[in-house]
């Protein structure tokens, strides 16, 4: 089954962002910041990151820059799925190694879709 971190410091988000690839046949973790996220990296490897960029302790563009600089963790996909619409911030989260960006509020067929291409690319 396809592991997907979920990183979102907003319990409603993450729990709806959760609910949605869960229902979808993701096996679904969650952190709720970017040290979480990081600390739960070192324990397991999941297939995909969704990562919000606004978060307390380290941020998504941080925790970002940190998969990707790491050997063990750089091929991993990461997702960002923030309420960062600006054109510049979509590029500076490309900048940082994203995979994808997404603006919420999202389409949750652009999620799991969006997600699906990056496994299967």
Do not use: H
């Not at 709720?32 to 941020?59: F, K, W, Y």
């Not at 998504?60 to 050997?71: A, M, T, W």
């Not at 190694?97 to 067929?109: N, S």
Request: aromatic share 6%; with cysteine; net charge negative.
């Amino acid at each position: 089954m396809t592991k997907v971190l979920v990183v979102e410091d907003s319990p409603p988000q993450r729990e709806m962002i959760s609910e949605l690839l869960a229902k979808t046949g993701f096996e679904v973790t969650v952190a709720t910041d970017g040290v979480e996220a990081m600390e739960q990296l070192q324990q397991s490897t999941p297939d995909v990151v969704v990562l919000d960029i606004v978060m307390p302790r380290m941020n998504g563009y941080e925790v970002c820059r940190q998969i990707k600089s790491d050997p063990r963790t750089q091929s991993i996909p990461v997702v960002m799925c923030s309420s960062k619409g600006e054109e510049f911030d979509r590029y500076w989260g490309m900048k940082q190694g994203a995979d994808a960006y997404i603006t919420k509020p999202f389409d949750p067929k652009e999620l799991v879709g969006t997600i699906k291409q990056l496994l299967r690319g």
